[in-house]
Nanobody
Framework: QVQLVESGGGLVQAGASLTLSCAAS????????MAWFRQAPGKEREFVAG????????DYADSVKGRFTISRDYAKNTVILQMNSLKPEDTAVYYC????????????????WGQGTQVTVSS
């Protein structure tokens, strides 16, 4: 199996930046696509950003486009989410996910999930 572990969450003020990391272990990742989702209290889990195996094609939710950047480090089997200009609306638990094929915003199509890391943005 593939295990995913997120890190880098925390409490910051609006306008600040945070960098989230998702480290993969276990089975070789190969061509797996990766994505970040988030879930705020009382809301549905939503897609944040995704990246294909090649790393050259990325997708972002409209709410984070221009502020967040997803990338991957193949040598370390790590996916990064750089979050800038954070807003209180970004407060949520952020989850890393992996799928054998790129699945976009459809959370049900991702096979592996991390346990999540809390991001809290104060006004």
């Amino acid at each position: 199996q593939v295990q995913l572990v997120e890190s880098g969450g925390g409490l910051v003020q609006a306008g600040a930046s945070l960098t989230l990391s998702c480290a993969a272990s276990g089975r070789t990742f190969g061509r797996y696509a990766m994505a970040w989702f988030r879930q705020a209290p009382g809301k549905e889990r939503e897609f944040v950003a995704g990246i294909r195996w090649s790393g050259g094609n990325t997708d972002y939710a409209d709410s984070v486009k221009g502020r967040f950047t997803i990338s991957r480090d193949y040598a370390k089997n790590t996916v990064i989410l750089q979050m800038n200009s954070l807003k209180p609306e970004d407060t949520a638990v952020y989850y890393c996910a992996a799928a054998p094929n790129y699945s976009g915003s459809y959370s049900s199509l991702y096979n592996y999930w991390g346990q999540g890391t809390q991001v809290t943005v104060s006004s």
